[in-house]
């Protein structure tokens, strides 16, 4: 899978990340960010969720 381009205001620190459990209950795990930063938080979230899963 391809990720879309980043946004035109990816530079700017406003990006959150935010957590989805298995109930479909959202919760803020961190914010103020650039895009890049929060993409990263969240790949880092989703290959420790993956790797739980092979465990």
């Given amino acids: 899978m391809t990720r879309p381009s980043p ?3 990816a530079a700017l ?3 959150s990340v935010v957590r989805l459990d298995d109930n479909g ?3 803020l795990v961190s914010t103020g ?3 890049t930063d929060a ?3 969240a790949d880092d979230f989703q290959a420790r969720a ?3 899963c092979t465990k």
């Fill in 7 to 9: 946004p035109a205001d």
């Fill in 13 to 15: 620190p406003v990006w």
């Fill in 25 to 27: 209950n959202r919760f």
């Fill in 50 to 52: 993956t790797s739980n």
């Fill in 39 to 41: 993409q990263a938080i």
């Fill in 33 to 35: 960010h650039t895009y």
